[in-house]
């Protein structure tokens, strides 16, 4: 799960966790932060979190709470949620919703029966339902679902069918849209299949129409923002190419496969950063940007710490 905060120098390495971190817009339709809606990728050092995504992980009367690429972090005692920092945040139930606010009055809902699915968030208590903004901007997450055999191995009678549920869509009031394709899987497939996904596009509902709830925006006349997903020509190693077929290249580790050590961005020929690691964890040792590499050495002091350098802040997953 993505953490509460980010400590980050001026490479994207995060201080405090000790590991590189990456933000990717890769489809923007309308004006963030004014109607828009953007879906992207924030590598947290330890693998992809959508910025479009949502969850809430229990682990006895910790409650984390997670939006995009953070985390908000409470206490339960009762029907009461006390927060761990002193952001404003709050977290209240309403049945099977959990409405999450934070101090500028963005609200968002988690529901537990969206959860109640295979699903490609484990362990989740409850997935994200709808963002409104205090302008009056919502943004409603629509969900798909699909009965697979969860037998093991799958035969012609199946005796345990499931339901898998992934995100299909977002859409908001400002007549923006975001769709997700995904691989189509076969009969006995597992539900793993039916989570990759291989595309995602933007469309403004204003001039073409899309079915929030299909897979695919069928019929549409205008070239839209958009990004696909494939596998490249080297083991472990990702294409994202936009709708104009500039592709970005991440590269990550044999040894370790959330790990990643290369960033290659479009038009450019080799890796524009390179990460180095220490043994076969994800603890950052080396990073080269432009051809200069900093070295990170961990320091103890309460809690692991890297040295040295500037801070920046990080991009906020919400507007």
């Known amino acids: 799960m993505p953490p509460e905060h980010y400590s980050l120098d001026g490479r994207g390495v995060d201080l405090v966790r000790g590991q590189f971190i990456h933000v990717a817009e890769e489809v923007v339709i309308g004006q963030p932060g004014n109607g828009g809606i953007v879906h992207g990728r924030v590598y947290t050092g330890d693998g992809w979190r959508d910025l479009l995504s949502g969850t809430i992980i229990t682990a006895g009367s910790r409650y984390t709470v997670s939006l995009g690429g953070i985390s908000e972090i409470f206490f339960r005692s009762g029907s009461t949620f006390t927060p761990q920092s002193n952001r404003g945040a709050t977290l209240v139930q309403s049945g099977n919703q959990y409405i999450f606010t934070t101090s500028d009055g963005m609200v968002a809902v988690y529901n537990t029966l969206l959860a109640n699915t295979t699903n490609p968030w484990p362990d989740s208590h409850a997935l994200i339902e709808s963002i409104t903004q205090p302008a009056g901007e919502r943004v409603n997450f629509n969900y798909a679902t699909m009965p697979y055999c969860a037998d093991n191995p799958p035969g012609p009678?199946?005796?345990?069918?499931?339901?898998?549920?992934?995100?299909?869509?977002?859409?908001?009031?400002?007549?923006?849209?975001?769709?997700?394709?995904?691989?189509?899987?076969?009969?006995?497939?597992?539900?793993?299949?039916?989570?990759?996904?291989?595309?995602?596009g933007g469309i403004n509902l204003a001039v073409e129409y899309?079915?929030?709830n299909g897979p695919i925006c069928s019929g549409v006349t205008h070239t839209w923002p958009s990004v696909t997903y494939a596998a490249g020509t080297a083991p472990f190693e990702e294409l994202v190419t936009d709708q104009s077929g500039r592709t970005t290249t991440y590269r990550f580790s044999s040894i370790n496969a959330f790990r990643m050590t290369g960033l290659r961005l479009p038009g450019s020929t080799a890796d524009d950063v390179t990460m180095t690691y220490t043994g076969s964890g994800l603890g950052l040792a080396t990073i080269t940007v432009a051809g200069s590499t900093w070295a990170y050495a961990r320091t103890t002091s309460g809690e692991r710490k890297l040295r040295p350098p500037p801070i920046r802040t990080p991009v906020r997953p919400w507007p």
């Open 157 to 200: 009678d199946c005796q345990d069918w499931r339901e898998a549920l992934r995100l299909q869509s977002v859409t908001n009031n400002r007549g923006y849209q975001v769709n997700f394709s995904y691989q189509t899987p076969g009969l006995n497939d597992p539900a793993d299949v039916y989570f990759q996904r291989i595309g995602a």
């Open 210 to 212: 899309c079915n929030p």
